[in-house]
């Protein structure tokens, strides 16, 4: 009996959402006092014994190019394989974009229940409950696993990774890989952005900047912190940014440190969104604007004044320190 | 051609979130009831932009709901879709949800199942999936552009950090979101057409139900906001360091 966590890796680097799901996994195998390992599909680069660190004593890796993108047919029914194999009871995935794609998928394979955008550790006092966000973060539900093989994914940025010591083995799972259905022809990534949804930092703009010629202000904030830069639904639908950007019910769900939302009036819509963010900081300037209401600081002012400065006061600070 | 649209029904996007009974059930009270937008927005609107450019493609809607769901399940036949089912039940469970659109998948023979990546009320994001697995299609996630020639879809998904261009031949899972398509409003013909297509009601198949939900919570309150004088930004850089500790 053991706890399986899935380590999700782009372009050989292993993500940062995997090692909070390794971490988490570890501390659910710590709780039941059982072991933790990790498996991983698909050629990486990145030193895999070294997230022992995180609470694993072993790794199960795949090693086939074949598996270096996610097709969730083939990735399912290895880590279901490698489940049976390896007689874990629990399996740990992130709530990312594979997540997504697989983990309910494997789930069903197996017959196993499934919490998906798990935010705490399991309840194991009477029975399996997880604690997940629904609702778009406005709430929470407890749900109970009946099934004996437990599938969670854990929502990206809810849970503390905690590096201490250790080394992992890496044990080679001998698995054939079927043929892909799925011909990949293009891979378009956005190289030196930060990916929306594993930024510790986000800055956002509304419709209160009035146009895609002043996004320069936004851009040189969120250079300065190193941060992912998002938007409301509006400034998405007007073309002003890419609509990946999108930040809200129906775009991209956010969970950052520290969210500062500028010129954008806090629709609920746009709430849903990101309202799991640690820190939210409004600038607006009208003081009725509804985002206040959620947020933890804030500034009551013009945008165009407001945020240059800011930018300025933090390079200062960072100077300093 | 055959496209299986998966719908659910959801509390509008501005609901007042609730619960009731010792707080294990959502309070329905004064909730108004809408297709689940990535239901609606985009797989169901794709697959009438199908059947616009195809005569020959059909569009059959499915939701797993009771008797309730059945002003959601019109007004997207209203949208478009020449016929739906309903299987009445009332379950929350993913598993037993996929199982009983599965079964009617694999009955029907469908070349295209589209499911939202999500619903807006639990947020799940497994119906596809579980679909796929039950039916043994190939699935794709986050899909943020859907192209169709004969039988071969080229898609672009969203991945980390950017997105994936890809082709598969039919038959295939789809969770769709922006960017898949546009929101449409039902005209009046139809929503009078609406009116006379077929619906059909199916008892749910046996299947297993594998959680179950134990209760709700609300997130504790904020404690309000601190506001910074616009003219003393330096005060909020060092909130933000020394006591958010979030730069």
Known sequence: MSVLIFIDQSDGHVKKSSLEAITYGADIAKQLGIAAEGIVLGTVSDDLTALGKYGISKIHQVNNNALDHVDAQLYAKIIAEAVTLSGAKILVFSHNQTGKAVAARVAARLKAGIVSGACALPDTSNGFVVKKTVFSGKAFANISILSDIKVISLNPNSYQTIAGEGIATIADLNITVAPSRIKVTAINKVSGEIPLTEADIVVSGGRGLKGPENWGILLDLAKELGAATACSRPVGDAHWRPHHEHVGQTGVQVAPNLYIAIGISGAIQHLAGVNRSKVIVVINKDAEAPFFKAADYGIVGDAFEVVPQLTAAIKKMKASV | ?247
């Not at chain 2, 509390?11 to 689940?36: C, L, M, R, S, Y």
């Not at chain 2, 659109?101 to 639990?122: C, M, V, W």
Request: proline residues 4%; hydrophobic residues 45%; glycine residues 6%.
């Open chain 2, 1 to 247: 051609m055959k496209i299986l649209v998966c719908i659910s029904k959801t509390p509008d996007t501005t609901a007042k979130i609730a619960f009731t009974d010792g707080n294990t059930k959502f309070d329905e009270a004064n909730v108004q009831w809408i297709i689940n937008p990535y239901d609606e927005w985009y797989s169901l609107v794709r697959a009438i932009e199908l059947k616009e450019k195809d005569a020959a493609v059909s569009i059959h809607l499915i939701t797993v709901g009771n008797a309730d769901s059945e002003p959601i399940i019109r007004k997207a036949l209203a949208l478009g879709g020449d016929e739906a089912i309903r299987v009445n039940s009332n379950s929350n469970d993913a598993y037993f949800i996929a199982t009983q659109i599965a079964s009617i998948a694999n009955e029907g023979g469908y070349d295209l199942i589209f499911t939202g990546k999500e619903t807006i009320d639990y947020n799940g994001s497994s119906i596809g999936g579980m679909i796929a697995e039950l039916t043994d299609a190939p699935f794709i996630s986050l899909a943020t552009k859907f192209e169709l020639v004969g039988t071969t879809a080229t898609i672009t998904r969203e991945i980390d950090g950017g997105e994936e261009v890809a082709d598969v031949i039919l038959p295939l899972v789809v969770s769709c979101q922006k960017g898949v398509a546009e929101q449409r409003i039902p005209n009046m013909r139809g929503i009078m057409a609406a009116r006379t297509k077929p619906l059909k009601v199916v008892e749910p198949t046996d299947a297993d139900t594998l959680s179950s939900i134990i209760s709700f919570e609300l997130p504790p309150a904020k404690a309000g906001v601190k506001l910074v004088a616009a003219d003393n930004v330096s005060e909020l850089v060092r909130l933000l360091h020394e006591e958010a500790k979030a730069i």
